[in-house]
Nanobody, 121 residues
């Protein structure tokens, strides 16, 4: 089974930085696109950034120029570098991965447990 283990969340002041990590472990036949989503209190979960195996990236307009997504394929790990954080970035951040568990299996989405990011003075 695929497990996504997240780390790096915490409390920071506006303008500060955090780096989130998400490592995919378990029985994985293939690991494809990975990404980050977030959910603020009382709001729907929204896409933050995605990255393909070819390193093509996609960002939400609200984080362009401030956040950078990257991956280490050898470690099955995706990162989210968050700079110039704003109070509106406060949310639970969830890692997502498209993976196949067997050669004849289907691609499916897997989710991390979430890590809390709080931006406040």
């Amino acid at each position: 089974q695929v497990q996504l283990v997240e780390s790096g969340g915490g409390l920071v002041q506006p303008g500060g930085s955090l780096r989130l990590s998400c490592a995919a472990t378990g029985r994985i036949f293939s690991l494809n696109a990975m990404g980050w989503y977030r959910q603020a209190p009382g709001k729907e979960r929204e896409l933050v950034a995605t990255i393909t195996n070819g390193d093509n990236t996609n960002y939400a307009d609200s984080v362009k120029g401030r956040f950078t997504i990257s991956r280490d394929n050898a470690a099955n790990t995706v990162y989210l570098q968050m700079n110039n954080l704003k109070p509106e970035d406060t949310a639970d951040y969830y890692c997502n991965a498209n993976a196949k568990l067997a050669a004849l299996g289907r691609m499916r989405d897997y989710w991390g447990q979430g890590t809390q990011v709080t931006v406040s003075s």
